[in-house]
């Protein structure tokens, strides 16, 4: 079964600290892996992508891995701010070939960050 | 370039009623995309529209149909409302590729 799971389901971290947040997924045949943010009440926006030869790509103080191998992936948060606050999605696109593909989304995880 | 736009933002209806909601794409994208999101479930698809035509769809039942017009804008329905139809429902757009989606801010349905 074509499946993305996200750990940790919530986080709580102080301003200014590292966080990791997990995504495994088990999607076949792979295409690309997107992480997401989503503030509370609006809609997602795209962090990163990354596409099966990709094992690393930043966006400012956000970092994604992925292991095709191992199916894994991880986002990185560098420094971490206030306005970090927000649940992070992480989406496996399964490959049909040409431009189409089947979105599968993991549930999110959930951070909040303290002063 | 505007973005996504969803209207109603906010919505309250009762059970067994209908309710349609509307996105309009970015200007010059022609595929859109519609999305449940609850608590429990994440992130759900419902179906996509390209050029007017439905290209994708989720598990969803009847009740939830939706349509494009020519100028890409599209509206989602809903019949017979049930409590857990309760979410918010997001549209998003793309010039063609799925993994270059733009979300909306989503319409929040409420059903009492």
């Known amino acids: 079964k074509n499946q993305v799971e996200q750990s940790p389901q919530s986080l709580i971290i102080l301003e200014g600290k590292n966080c990791t947040l997990q995504c495994n997924y088990t999607v076949s045949p792979f295409s690309n892996l997107r992480w997401y943010k989503q503030d509370t009440g609006r809609g997602p926006v795209s962090l990163t992508i990354?596409?099966?030869?990709?094992n690393t790509k930043s966006n400012g103080r956000y970092t994604a891995t992925l292991d095709a191998d191992t199916k894994q992936s991880s986002l990185h948060i560098t420094a971490s701010q206030l306005s970090d606050s927000a649940s992070y999605i992480c989406?496996?696109?399964?490959?049909?070939?040409?431009?189409?593909?089947?979105?599968?989304f993991g549930k999110g995880t959930k951070l909040s960050v303290k002063p | 370039k505007a973005g996504v736009t969803q209207t109603p933002r906010y919505l309250i209806k009762t059970r067994g009623q209908q309710v349609t909601l509307s996105c309009s794409p970015i200007?010059?994208?022609?595929?859109v995309s519609w999305y449940q999101q609850t608590p429990g479930q994440g992130l759900q698809f419902l179906f996509e529209?390209?050029?007017?035509?439905?290209?994708n769809k989720g598990n969803f039942p009847g009740r939830f149909s939706g349509r494009q017009f020519s100028n890409s804008r599209s509206e989602m329905n809903v019949s017979t409302l049930e409590l857990g139809d309760s979410a918010l429902y997001l549209c998003?757009?793309?010039?063609?590729?799925?993994?270059?989606?733009?979300f909306g801010p989503g319409t929040r349905l409420t059903v009492t």
């Open positions: 989406v496996v696109m399964q490959n049909y070939g040409g431009s189409q593909g089947n979105l599968i």
């Open positions: 529209y390209f050029s007017e035509t439905q290209r």
């Open positions: 998003a757009s793309s010039g063609g590729s799925p993994w270059e989606q733009y």
């Open positions: 990354m596409t099966f030869s990709e």
């Open positions: 200007s010059g994208h022609r595929s």
